[in-house]
Nanobody, 120 residues
Framework: VQLQASGGGLVQAGGSLRLSCAAS????????VGWFRQAPGKEREFVAG????GYADSVKGRFTISRDNAKNTVYLQMNSLKPEDTAVYYC??????????????????WGQGTQVTVSS
């Protein structure tokens, strides 16, 4: 399966963005899909999972993950963005389980990343 992340950009604090993760090669309904992010100088961290692992505490109540099986796409709606949300965002999927986890090492396929920059 191939994943294509898009939708990043530059936004002011308090604004919104919607990221998309389009899958090809196989139906995304068969996969556990999660979003991660990596800020400069920091480790990649879990953001949200489509099933099982929920949301990171730092984004709860502001971010929403959803899936459109007809479009074979997973979305990450990000509202009330903060400068600390600035990072490269990656979507990832894992085989062998329909449940997401918070560990990047459990994922088998990764999208290329999309930059999100939130200005203060």
């Amino acid at each position: 399966v191939q994943l294509q992340a898009s939708g990043g950009g530059l936004v002011q604090a308090g604004g919104s963005l919607r990221l998309s993760c389009a899958a090809s090669g196989r139906s995304i309904s068969s996969y556990a899909v999660g979003w991660f992010r990596q800020a400069p100088g920091k480790e990649r961290e879990f953001v949200a999972g489509i099933s099982g692992s929920g949301y990171a505490d730092s984004v709860k109540g502001r971010f929403t993950i959803s899936r459109d099986n007809a479009k074979n796409t997973v979305y990450l709606q990000m509202n009330s963005l903060k400068p600390e949300d600035t990072a490269v965002y990656y979507c990832a999927s894992r085989l062998g389980s329909r449940f997401t986890t918070t560990s990047q090492y459990d994922y088998d396929y990764w999208g290329q990343g999309t930059q999100v920059t939130v200005s203060s």
